[in-house]
């Protein structure tokens, strides 16, 4: 569905990735990890255009992405969920959620589209009308998950969405996916949680400094005594 081929990105002088190589095929859930400024936004951003890739190839259903626009990108059904929640705190949850599907090509289902994001999170159907900024941490990453899905995405790229979450609400973040994940959408997962994101990918990349460094099946990653000990602490 998507591929990555050596693709590295800077901001301005600082080179922020150098060599990421990677796919996520039809229907998969891929799990991007490493530790903080290992370079997993910055993968997500120049997948969505914000960052344009000084080298390399991305493809996403065959097509090339170099020359598209942030927008035109969506479109094609790419939708990425940034780190850091960020509602549009003055807007209630539905008018956060409407935002979601400006895309032409959600557009049309606006209205499906919010009965599933209802369906799959009760609490945003009960707190349609209260503004965004006033909902929890947890409630807001809900929010953000359920903006995502309003633009009916084959490839739903979400950033870090169990960070400074209650470990409830974490569980509860982690099972939302899951169902997701379970109606067919393809899923790029980043997550410095690398115990719990493995239990949910398929298969993941270990990024460090900006290249990927190791890539495997989730279950031989949670075996591998690297991994154990850089990131599950065993
Ligand atoms: N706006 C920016 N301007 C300059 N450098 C940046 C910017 N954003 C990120 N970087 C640098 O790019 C590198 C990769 O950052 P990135 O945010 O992709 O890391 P990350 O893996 O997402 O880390 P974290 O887990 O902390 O979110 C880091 O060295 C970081 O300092
Ligand atoms: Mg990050």
């Given at each position: ?7 590295a990105?800077s901001?301005g002088s ?13 229907g ?6 490493g ?14 255009g ?24 969506t479109?094609?059904?790419i939708?990425h ?10 807007m ?6 409407e ?7 959600a ?21 349609k009308?209260?503004?965004a900024?006033t909902?929890?941490?947890?409630e ?10 309003m633009l009916?995405?084959?490839?739903l790229m ?6 400074g979450l209650?470990?409830v609400?974490?569980d ?5 996916i ?7 959408t393809?899923?790029?997962?980043v ?8 239990s949910?990918?398929?298969?993941a ?8 460094i190791?890539?495997?099946q989730s279950?031989?990653l949670l075996?591998n ?8 602490g065993?």
């Amino acid at each position: 569905m998507i591929e990555l081929t050596g693709v590295a990105a800077s901001y301005g002088s600082v080179k922020a990735i150098s060599d990421i190589t990677l796919r996520v095929g039809e229907g998969e859930a891929v799990g991007l990890l490493g530790a903080n400024g290992a370079g997993k936004s910055t993968t997500l951003r120049t997948i969505s255009g914000l960052l344009k890739l000084t080298s390399g190839k991305i493809t996403f259903m065959g097509q090339d992405l170099a020359s598209l626009l942030p927008h035109q990108i969506t479109e094609l059904g790419i939708a990425h969920v940034p780190e850091g929640r960020q509602v549009f705190p003055e807007m209630t949850v539905h008018e956060n959620l409407e935002i979601g599907s400006y895309a032409p090509r959600a557009k049309i289902d606006r209205a499906r589209s919010l009965d599933l994001v209802y369906t799959i999170f009760p609490k945003l159907a009960e707190r349609k009308d209260q503004l965004a900024g006033t909902m929890s941490g947890g409630e807001q990453q809900m929010l953000v998950v359920g903006r995502g899905l309003m633009l009916k995405p084959r490839l739903l790229m979400l950033d870090e969405p169990s960070l400074g979450l209650s470990p409830v609400m974490c569980d509860v973040t982690f099972e939302k996916i899951q169902e997701i994940h379970k109606m067919g959408t393809s899923i790029l997962l980043v997550e410095q949680n690398v115990s719990r994101a493995l239990s949910l990918v398929q298969r993941a990349y270990v990024l460090e400094g900006g290249k990927v460094i190791m890539h495997g099946q989730s279950q031989d990653l949670l075996n591998n005594p690297q991994v154990q000990a850089a990131y599950l602490g065993i």
